[in-house]
């Protein structure tokens, strides 16, 4: 089963929360145990796990990454957002999630995060859900 979810960013750099958006796929599938597959198709976009309970660590993670990468003449790549594609390499354009009881299985303060470091733009990720065997 392969499911797109589709996400508008506002900022060039932003983490927004898609936990409750994979919740509804994982629930509409019906599977009650197996893995839940995340994939992002784009090369300035990413997908990570992290805290969800304070907007703060949201927004320190997208303004850290864009400090430690920042816009810089100095890059070959013509299009002038080699510091997007960095970031993006930095987080990786996958994630894996446990399904248990027809549920992610999320520690208590974690949420998946799409994260832009090139919008504001339209993306989509991928989910793909795998009953067990
Ligand atoms: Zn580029």
Redesign the pocket.
């Known amino acids: 089963m392969l499911h797109y979810i589709h996400v508008s960013s506002r900022d060039r750099n932003e983490l927004i929360d898609i936990t409750d958006r994979v919740e509804e796929i994982v629930r509409q599938s019906g599977v009650s145990s197996g893995v839940c597959h995340l994939f992002t198709f784009h090369?300035?976009a990413a997908v990570t796990i992290n805290e969800g309970a304070d907007p703060a660590v949201r927004r320190d993670i997208a303004g850290f990454l864009a400090r430690l990468v920042p816009v810089d003449a100095s890059f070959s790549?013509g299009?002038g957002?080699?510091d997007?594609?960095v970031k993006t390499s930095l987080v990786g354009p996958s994630q894996t999630v446990i399904i248990e009881e027809g549920r992610l299985l999320l520690g208590t303060w974690q949420a998946i995060f799409f994260c832009e470091f090139d919008g504001p733009r339209a993306r989509k990720v991928a989910v793909k859900i795998m009953p067990d065997p």
């Open positions: 090369t300035t790549h299009e957002n080699s997007s594609h």
